[in-house]
């Protein structure tokens, strides 16, 4: 499985960008897709989760209400809407699969995206 991020770039605080993790391949139902983030001197953070058979959502509570994840199982693809964007949501960006349902753990996701920059200047 290969994932390919795109979608990342610079703008203003208060302003939106949406985020798109294509994936190869078929994708289970029984597969979760997730996205991280990884600021600069920081630990990488869980940021959302999609259940790809159900759809089901999960998002860390630092962007609930602000930010969207969503999938179209046809192009085998997923998106992350990221409106009210503050300068803390500054940091590398990368999506996830987990064979097994991972929700947070990212230990536990098998295949990595190489990771879009997302920049929110104040």
């Known amino acids: 499985v290969q994932l390919q991020a795109s979608g990342g770039g610079l703008v203003q605080a208060g302003g939106s960008l949406r985020l798109s993790c294509a994936a190869s391949?078929?994708?289970?139902?029984?597969?979760?897709m997730g996205w991280f983030r990884q600021a600069p001197g920081k630990e990488r953070e869980w940021v959302s989760t999609?259940?790809?058979?159900?759809?089901?959502?999960y998002y860390a509570d630092s962007v609930k209400g602000r930010f969207t994840i969503s999938r179209d199982s046809a192009k085998n693809t997923m998106y992350l809407q990221m409106n009210s964007l503050k300068p803390e949501d500054t940091a590398l960006y990368y999506c996830?699969?987990?064979?097994?349902?991972?929700?947070?753990?990212?230990?536990?996701?098998?295949?990595w995206g190489q990771g879009t920059l997302v920049t929110v200047s104040s």
């Open positions: 391949g078929r994708t289970k139902s029984s597969t979760t």
């Open positions: 996830a699969q987990s064979l097994r349902g991972t929700l947070y753990t990212w230990g536990s996701y098998d295949y």
């Open positions: 999609i259940r790809w058979g159900t759809g089901g959502t």
